[in-house]
């Protein structure tokens, strides 16, 4: 199971951390993916961390969000920084078994219910 947490109203330019927490799984051994999808928008990926810790960023959020891990604590960070509007969605973390931390969503297995990020202009 997973549960994302720290989503909210923010100002463009604001920050915001989401949190994933996992619940009865071996979640080191994984790569989780954070995902997003706006109001009429497809979902599209964001993030993800290898169990190694090496990640993978979407271009259109290089530079401004990181993501990190704390296996000891089953959870996974998007540190969100610079927010835009158009950064406005739900956000979804999911878990990729095959460890490749691909961006493909069809790969991941298992997923959170999301939370809802919004940006102000």
């Known amino acids: 199971q997973l549960v994302e947490s720290g989503g909210g109203l923010v100002q463009a330019g604001g920050s915001l951390r989401l949190s994933c927490q996992a619940s009865?799984?071996?979640?080191?051994?994984?790569?989780v993916g954070w995902f997003r999808q706006a109001p009429g928008k497809e979902r599209e990926f964001v993030a993800s961390?290898?169990?190694?810790?090496?990640?993978y960023n979407a271009d259109s959020v290089k530079g401004r969000f990181t993501v990190s891990r704390d296996d000891a604590k089953k959870t996974v960070y998007l540190q969100m920084t610079s927010l835009k509007p158009e950064d406005t969605a739900v956000y979804y973390c999911?878990?990729?078994?095959?460890?490749?931390?691909?961006?493909?969503?069809?790969?991941?297995?298992?997923w959170g219910q999301g939370t809802q990020v919004t940006v102000s202009s």
């Open positions: 009865g799984r071996t979640f080191s051994i994984y790569a």
């Open positions: 999911a878990v990729d078994e095959t460890n490749w931390g691909t961006p493909r969503s069809d790969v991941y297995n298992y």
């Open positions: 961390i290898r169990s190694i810790g090496s990640t």
